[in-house]
């Protein structure tokens, strides 16, 4: 377990822009950089990292937190190997100390399936090297594939034997549960193992753990499918995963490009041959999912398909999905009879490069080019294929980007370029209208919505609006968060934070917000006890709620124009002007607080038969509200609208 103290020096040492600058491409926007945000799709960069406090945040999907907070975003990571990846990048000596027996029960609870596939790992591995029916059977066949022993033992391939239940004995014997095993899928449920008489692939996370396991068949006499993948479970999604993508990241994002294969042993042959941006779908079809992760580190993808016709029709079809998620996609069709793996072989590392570089083709071209020998001199195909390619093209998100594909697609088929358009458009039309639809609330929730406390329908013009004063709390909170230690008053040295909760005592209980009132409340609570209360206090908070909130403060996307700093412009810029904002955001927040509680109190006057009490609570009430308003437009020369 790492010590504290070597948690604390990681931390302080990690800088934000040069963790995030592994993966994100930043720019220099003010004191602050921007870039797009490698957690969604987006063209204009929303995503900001500030040096200054050493936090990220984007604006687009709402990610925010420091180092090891996007490391475990994401690389998936645990907040342990986040620490240890900063740790080796800065060359951090990590101190351990050993765990409580609670800590250690802890990680073993959430960790056991990881725990449990690495102990299945070294076992297959042992099998695959120490016994003799491993080293007849399943490293010669790894062998007669041309691995290396290196690569191998890279890849933590391995072997199970025909033995019923070899695997489960043992680790039993281990104190493994056997109702983990189960559940992780390396024994069925009459407990026998789930891979018998087969080679083993381990399936690795994105950090590199053991997620899952695939066994292919070797003689022809054992029974089963040739290849068996393991159950999905907790740890493993096969829609959510890639074969190789934890051995192939680095190099992805280092030549902007993702290779797609089908199988574990082209993935395995190509990585050993040096071309190790390549992963496999593992024979699934591809999914939403998997093309986002390949999306984390790269736009552009290539497909290699083997010479079969027949496979790669059924594959194109899920080329529409990375269409949809505005990746470039090219493909290459190897010759026939061979797959990335034999064709490797026979042509080596420098050859297959240079075929792959010679006839890769767009996604679109290489459609075309396969459809123009069917549909020639066929007028029914030809109107098929367009049908089917414009469903296609009307599912590029880029309009730039689709126009030039329409030009392409007219030119290759011989059509007018506006009748591809408007098939097109009218997809398009159909497809946001849709979505438009679906975003709509449902019948019942707006039924629901036009009840009264007693059950009783209210029309729609009768409906009272809702009134909150959120956006006043979130400005005093942000004012509080980002100005709370500087000095108030310099006679007394009172702070911002000082002077902001002891002028809302009053107006606290009537707070919209649970979340900005448990911000104050703990706040005044600091103060009492003579605790710091500064910007590093929210921002390592141990609430994510408040923890994001501060972020956001922090990492606000805009800066100053240039004319602020200006010799002839007397105003202060707004960083420098705490003293006026606190004045505003109190007072603001006040009025606006006791203007609706004024307005509670007319309406119960108006009800019903007030007596002096009422009246008079009312009337300082008032009285207190235009006090307020006249304050406000003398100190800080703001006009308040009732």
């Given at each position: 377990?790492?010590?504290?103290?070597?948690?604390?020096?990681?931390i302080?040492?990690?800088?934000?822009?040069?963790?995030?600058?592994?993966?994100?491409?930043?720019?220099?926007?003010?004191?602050?950089?921007?870039?797009?945000?490698p957690?969604?799709?987006?063209?204009?960069?929303?995503?900001?990292?500030?040096?200054?406090?050493?936090?990220?945040?984007?604006?687009?999907?709402?990610?925010?937190g420091?180092?090891?907070?996007?490391?475990?975003?994401?690389?998936?990571?645990?907040?342990?190997?986040?620490?240890?990846?900063?740790?080796?990048?800065?060359?951090?000596?990590?101190?351990?100390?050993?765990?409580?027996?609670?800590?250690?029960?802890?990680?073993?609870?959430?960790?056991?399936?990881?725990?449990?596939?690495?102990?299945?790992?070294?076992?297959?591995?042992?099998?695959?090297?120490?016994?003799?029916?491993?080293?007849?059977?399943?490293l010669?066949?790894?062998?007669?594939?041309?691995?290396?022993?290196?690569?191998?033992?890279?890849?933590?391939?391995?072997?199970?034997?025909?033995e019923?239940?070899?695997?489960?004995?043992?680790?039993?014997k281990?104190?493994?549960?056997?109702?983990?095993l189960?559940?992780?899928?390396?024994?069925?449920?009459?407990?026998?193992?789930?891979?018998?008489?087969?080679?083993?692939?381990?399936?690795?996370?994105?950090?590199?753990?053991?997620?899952?396991?695939?066994?292919?068949?070797?003689?022809?006499?054992?029974?089963?499918?040739?290849?068996?993948?393991?159950?999905?479970?907790?740890i493993y999604?096969?829609?959510?995963?890639?074969?190789?993508?934890?051995?192939a990241?680095?190099?992805?994002?280092?030549?902007?490009?993702?290779?797609?294969?089908?199988?574990?042993?082209?993935?395995?042959?190509?990585?050993?041959?040096?071309?190790?941006?390549?992963?496999?779908?593992?024979?699934?079809?591809?999914?939403?999912?998997?093309?986002?992760?390949?999306?984390?580190?790269?736009?552009n993808?290539?497909?290699?398909y083997?010479g079969?016709?027949?496979?790669?029709?059924?594959?194109?079809?899920?080329?529409?999905?990375?269409v949809?998620?505005?990746?470039?996609?090219?493909?290459?069709?190897?010759?026939?009879?061979?797959?990335?793996d034999?064709?490797?072989?026979?042509?080596?590392?420098?050859?297959?490069?240079?075929?792959?570089?010679?006839?890769?083709?767009?996604?679109?071209?290489?459609?075309?080019?396969?459809?123009?020998?069917?549909?020639?001199?066929d007028?029914?195909?030809?109107?098929?294929?367009?049908?089917?390619?414009?469903?296609?093209?009307?599912?590029?998100?880029?309009?730039?980007?689709?126009?030039?594909?329409?030009?392409?697609?007219?030119?290759?088929?011989?059509?007018?370029?506006?009748?591809?358009?408007?098939?097109?458009?009218?997809?398009?039309?159909?497809?946001?209208?849709?979505?438009?639809?679906?975003?709509?609330?449902?019948?019942?929730?707006?039924?629901?919505?036009?009840?009264?406390?007693?059950?009783?329908?209210?029309?729609?013009?009768?409906?009272?609006?809702?009134?909150?004063?959120?956006?006043?709390?979130?400005?005093?909170?942000?004012?509080?968060?980002?100005?709370?230690?500087?000095?108030?008053e310099?006679?007394?040295?009172?702070?911002?934070?000082?002077?902001?909760?002891?002028?809302?005592?009053?107006?606290?209980?009537?707070?919209?917000?649970?979340?900005?009132h448990?911000?104050?409340?703990?706040?005044?609570?600091?103060?009492?006890?003579?605790?710091?209360l500064?910007?590093?206090?929210?921002?390592?908070?141990t609430?994510?709620?408040?923890?994001?909130?501060?972020?956001?403060?922090?990492?606000?996307?805009?800066?100053?124009?240039?004319?602020?700093?200006k010799?002839?412009?007397?105003?202060?810029?707004?960083?420098?002007?705490?003293?006026?904002?606190?004045?505003?955001?109190?007072?603001?927040?006040?009025?606006?607080?006791?203007?609706?509680?004024?307005?509670?109190m007319?309406?119960k006057?108006?009800?019903?038969q007030?007596?002096?009490?009422?009246?008079?609570?009312?009337?300082?009430?008032?009285?207190?509200?235009?006090?307020?308003?006249?304050?406000?437009?003398?100190?800080?020369?703001?006009v308040?609208?009732?």
């Amino acid at each position: 377990m790492i010590s504290q103290k070597s948690i604390l020096e990681i931390i302080e040492t990690a800088k934000i822009e040069d963790i995030v600058g592994d993966f994100v491409a930043l720019k220099k926007r003010g004191v602050n950089l921007i870039g797009l945000c490698p957690f969604h799709n987006e063209k204009s960069p929303s995503f900001n990292v500030n040096p200054t406090r050493n936090i990220f945040k984007c604006f687009g999907c709402g990610k925010g937190g420091d180092s090891v907070n996007f490391l475990m975003e994401h690389e998936s990571l645990s907040y342990p190997d986040a620490l240890r990846y900063i740790a080796d990048k800065y060359k951090i000596e990590i101190e351990e100390t050993k765990p409580s027996a609670e800590q250690q029960a802890s990680m073993l609870e959430g960790e056991s399936l990881f725990i449990i596939n690495q102990y299945a790992s070294k076992f297959y591995t042992d099998q695959l090297f120490q016994t003799d029916i491993g080293k007849s059977v399943g490293l010669s066949y790894f062998k007669q594939r041309g691995f290396r022993e290196e690569t191998i033992h890279k890849f933590n391939l391995g072997f199970s034997s025909a033995e019923r239940d070899g695997f489960t004995r043992k680790a039993v014997k281990d104190g493994y549960n056997i109702e983990l095993l189960r559940k992780v899928g390396l024994t069925t449920a009459n407990d026998n193992d789930f891979f018998r008489n087969r080679v083993i692939f381990p399936i690795h996370s994105l950090s590199g753990k053991f997620a899952a396991f695939a066994g292919r068949i070797l003689t022809s006499e054992a029974s089963g499918p040739k290849y068996l993948n393991s159950p999905e479970s907790e740890i493993y999604n096969k829609s959510k995963t890639l074969y190789g993508l934890f051995h192939a990241k680095q190099a992805i994002r280092k030549h902007d490009e993702c290779m797609l294969v089908e199988g574990y042993t082209d993935v395995i042959s190509l990585h050993q041959g040096g071309i190790e941006n390549v992963v496999a779908s593992s024979g699934t079809s591809l999914t939403v999912d998997q093309i986002r992760l390949i999306k984390r580190y790269t736009q552009n993808v290539l497909i290699i398909y083997d010479g079969d016709l027949a496979g790669i029709k059924a594959a194109l079809r899920g080329i529409e999905l990375i269409v949809e998620q505005d990746a470039n996609v090219k493909i290459v069709l190897l010759p026939d009879r061979h797959d990335p793996d034999s064709f490797f072989k026979e042509k080596g590392h420098t050859q297959f490069l240079e075929f792959i570089q010679a006839n890769k083709k767009d996604f679109l071209l290489f459609r075309l080019d396969l459809a123009s020998r069917e549909i020639a001199g066929d007028p029914i195909k030809k109107t098929a294929f367009i049908r089917e390619i414009v469903q296609t093209l009307a599912k590029i998100p880029d309009s730039i980007k689709r126009s030039v594909y329409v030009k392409e697609t007219a030119l290759q088929l011989d059509i007018d370029e506006r009748i591809i358009i408007g098939e097109t458009n009218k997809l398009l039309v159909k497809s946001i209208s849709e979505k438009k639809n679906n975003e709509l609330p449902s019948s019942k929730s707006k039924e629901d919505d036009l009840l009264a406390d007693d059950g009783t329908a209210i029309y729609p013009e009768q409906k009272p609006a809702p009134q909150n004063h959120l956006v006043q709390e979130k400005d005093l909170v942000r004012v509080l968060i980002k100005f709370g230690d500087k000095i108030f008053e310099e006679e007394t040295s009172l702070t911002v934070a000082n002077y902001i909760v002891n002028n809302i005592q009053d107006v606290l209980e009537n707070f919209d917000s649970k979340l900005y009132h448990q911000i104050i409340t703990e706040s005044m609570s600091r103060l009492q006890s003579n605790e710091p209360l500064n910007p590093d206090y929210f921002l390592k908070h141990t609430n994510e709620d408040i923890r994001q909130e501060a972020i956001e403060v922090f990492t606000e996307p805009f800066t100053y124009s240039d004319n602020w700093k200006k010799p002839l412009q007397t105003q202060k810029l707004p960083d420098e002007n705490f003293k006026n904002d606190s004045i505003r955001v109190v007072r603001m927040l006040k009025y606006r607080k006791f203007a609706r509680v004024c307005s509670e109190m007319k309406n119960k006057l108006k009800e019903g038969q007030p007596g002096i009490e009422e009246e008079t609570k009312f009337i300082k009430m008032n009285m207190k509200l235009q006090e307020l308003k006249a304050e406000m437009g003398e100190t800080l020369n703001i006009v308040v609208f009732d």
